[in-house]
């Protein structure tokens, strides 16, 4: 059993679009608290923050309100950097005392992730690495998001278009057009869903309106 404020030390919030200050990238990962550079470099580290931070000019260098000079992917890492300086070592405890059930929470986060598409992947999955390694969190992430993405592709084919409409709008729709060729769909598929970056949740979504069967 934990003390109240024991088990809420034990977690941190990355939010989709959280605040960045106008002072140096390191100020905006202590965000006031006592943290020595050391902790602040490692959870830029655990957080693949690290190599464009260097290349940005280090903890000093300084970033404009909301972060507007970088891209979405580095402020994305700069806010789980911020989350892990708090104690990355007691998340990690908490990881290693849940057990199987920590990894079994984890794959229903990222199946649900696919599912509601407005919960951003990315960040869960470093999150994952972190919490997991490498090897393991790779495992986990692609366990849930084959669940996800099992269980749009059926609620797609249940319920049709206007499902898909719910969380994209017809313009999105239409530039996935190009899937509905049944000689191109499973090659475009496979190739956009493994480059970085591409809407994997819309192709999640639009793959239950083609021809493809589940086991494709």
């Known amino acids: 059993s934990y003390e ?19 002072k140096s990238i390191g100020e905006n990962i202590r965000i006031g608290r006592m943290l020595d550079m050391t902790r602040l470099e490692q959870a830029a580290k655990d957080a693949q923050a690290a190599h464009f ?3 940005t000019g280090g903890m000093t260098a300084s970033l404009e309100a909301r972060g507007v000079n970088l891209s979405g992917g580095q402020k994305q ?25 920590g990894r079994l929470a984890y794959v229903c986060i990222m199946a649900l992730q696919v599912l509601v598409v407005m919960i951003p992947g990315e960040p869960l999955e470093l999150a994952g690495g972190y919490a997991f390694g490498a090897w393991w969190g790779t495992i986990l992430a692609l366990t849930g998001f084959v669940i996800g993405s099992a269980a749009v592709f059926t609620l797609v084919r249940r319920f049709g278009v206007k499902l898909v409409e719910v969380f994209f709008d017809q313009d999105k729709i239409r530039q996935m057009e190009f899937l509905k060729n049944p000689k191109k769909t499973r090659v475009i598929a496979f190739i956009l869903m493994t480059i970085p970056g591409t809407p994997k949740a819309l192709i999640s979504y639009f793959a239950g309106l083609t021809k493809l069967r589940l086991s494709e």
């Open 4 to 22: 109240l404020k024991a088990l809420r030390a034990k977690f941190g919030v990355v939010f989709q679009n959280d605040i960045l200050f106008k």
């Open 77 to 101: 890492r700069l806010l789980i950097a911020r989350a892990l300086a708090g104690d990355p070592e007691r998340f990690r405890d908490w990881v290693d005392a849940s057990g199987i059930w």
């Open 53 to 55: 931070i260097e290349e």
